[in-house]
């Protein structure tokens, strides 16, 4: 079980926006830096998001990040079809000395 | 550009072993932790295990601990996991990932398949 929480779907059609939500199972998110991940089957999972609102060179500025109280929420906006993936949260908790991930929630692009 | 290429994958029978490498590339291997990764078929993300840059520091999964050893060789920019008394659900893509930061898995390598069967 995870200790991240995650829907495990969203849709939107093209050019739409969507947020994906990931909270925190144990205790306030606030005190942990959440990453995003954009995940193909078969190929390497991407960093798209990181230190909850951090984007790596080469990600476009229609992915965001934000954080606030109990959970972590992933924005894209401009929609397209090639968003279509899996997308996770995760982070390092320091409590637990392990990595952590949540379940996963599969983006469709109607 | 950073490469990190896993191998080693491959079809066990359940209590068997099997050896991962992670080659790494394209930064200073031996300033950055390391971790595995996987990906059982239609679940999600799960970590496994965690070693710091020098080796002084090393986490496992509950789900793996005892039987899994993760090392690392900086002189030949090379990560491993030692996987012994496999199991069924052990069955998954193995990818190892790069740690930026403290809490941020940077870069990916594209995964070996291990599979558990009899």
């Known amino acids: 079980q995870s200790v991240l929480t995650q829907p495990p779907s969203v849709s939107a059609a093209p050019g739409q926006k969507v947020t994906i939500s990931c909270s925190r199972s144990s205790s306030n998110i606030g005190n942990i830096y959440v990453s995003w991940y954009q995940h193909l089957p078969g190929t390497a999972p991407k960093l798209l998001i990181y230190?909850?609102?951090k984007r790596p060179s080469g990600i476009p500025d229609r992915f965001s990040g934000s954080k606030s109280g109990t959970s972590a929420t992933l924005g894209i906006t401009g929609l397209q079809t090639g968003d279509e993936a899996d997308y996770y949260c995760?982070?390092?908790?320091?409590?637990?000395?392990?990595?952590?991930f949540g379940g996963g929630t599969k983006l469709t692009v109607l | 550009d950073v490469q990190l290429v896993e191998s080693g994958g491959g079809l066990v029978k359940p209590g068997g072993s099997l050896r991962l490498s992670c080659a790494a590339s394209?930064?200073?291997?031996?300033?950055?932790?390391m971790n595995w990764v996987r990906q059982a078929p239609g679940k999600g993300l799960e970590w496994v295990s965690s070693i710091s840059s020098s080796s002084s520091y090393i986490y496992y999964a509950d789900s793996v601990k005892g039987r899994f050893t993760i090392s690392r060789d900086n002189a030949k920019n090379s990560l491993y996991l030692q996987m012994n008394s496999l199991r069924a659900e052990d069955t998954a893509v193995y990818y190892c990932?790069?740690?930026?930061?403290?809490?941020?898995?940077?870069?990916w390598g594209q995964g070996t398949l291990v599979t558990v069967s009899s």
């Open positions: 995760g982070t390092w908790d320091s409590s637990l000395s392990a990595g952590v």
């Open positions: 394209g930064f200073t291997f031996s300033s950055y932790s």
């Open positions: 230190e909850n609102d």
């Open positions: 990932a790069r740690v930026m930061g403290g809490t941020t898995f940077d870069y």
